[in-house]
């Protein structure tokens, strides 16, 4: 994988909930400016964490559900699983490192 994968609600269950790996859920829009700052970082941790985690990206107008179930109320917010599980989350346009650091902490 070297870009993120744009997941819809089908999706979710497969490549979100049952994953080996952690993953990594940007919870988004296309008209969201803060959504739109942070798209090149999780192109690059995408590219930097193949093979040991998943990133993803989900788009909140098309996914309305997913964000109802995940509480998910400003975007862009990015979560990770583990396990199947949320083990963290952030609201608002991240730093790559503090990213990285969630991630790592699941790996």
């Not at 979100?16 to 959504?35: I, M």
């Not at 098309?62 to 952030?90: C, H, W, Y």
Request: overall charge negative; glycine content about 4%; hydrophobic content about 45%.
């Amino acid at each position: 994988m070297t870009e993120p994968i744009k997941l819809e609600s089908a999706d979710f269950q497969s490549q979100v909930l049952e994953s080996d790996v952690p993953v990594l859920v940007d919870f988004w829009a296309p008209w969201c400016g803060p959504c739109k700052m942070l798209t090149p970082i999780m192109e690059e941790l995408a590219v930097e964490y193949d093979g040991r985690a998943k990133v993803v990206k989900i788009n909140v107008d098309d996914n309305q559900d997913l964000a109802m179930k995940f509480s998910i109320r400003s975007i862009p917010t990015v979560m990770v699983f583990k396990a199947g599980e949320p083990v963290s989350s952030m609201v608002g346009a991240q730093p790559k490192d503090s990213i990285a650091k969630a991630l790592d902490a699941a790996l």
